[in-house]
């Protein structure tokens, strides 16, 4: 399209489809189209994505158009003025997963885009984790920070007891499953997996 425009690398930025049930609060077509929006906003030159997790009221799960718009559009204004209008010291980009490490029956995590800060410490909602058997189980995540130079000293933990013996993690990777974690800017944490069952 941009070609045919004749606009070389036009801007594109867009939102990731809310939380919805889809039919079924618990089935994962939701997320999964999700997965691959972010995918495509790694790959489309000039591009970028605003997650929306956090803009559906508990009460929308049935309403496939919620009714918090002025904040997408204020997120999509912040994506625009930092990559296209090179605007600098905006908080424009919401965390995302980086990497875990497994110790024992519990999950530690890291995590891109917090600008040096979580939004909470405690009673962090919509993480999951799964053992062997591949079932995910609701978990407890909070922060965890303790002196030392060793970099997993400070992360979120996860945990369930359901799950002593964790090898997958998920946040919000249901069809209606809302999570309460994000940056310092207050942008949410997009939902991930990191499985591929």
Known sequence: MAQRLQAGQLPFYFVQIAPYHNGDVNGDWGP???????NAAKVIPNSGIVCTEDLVYP?????IHPCQKQPVGERLALQALSKTYGMKGLFSESMTFKEMKIVGDTVKVHFDNTYGAYNRFEGIEGFEVAGEDKVFHKATAKHFWQEGNDPWNECVIVTSPEVKKPVALRYCFRNFQLGNMANAGNLPLFPFRTDNW
Do not use: D, I
């Open 32 to 38: 999964k189209l999700r997965e691959q929006q972010f």
């Open 59 to 63: 009460y929308e799960v049935e309403q």
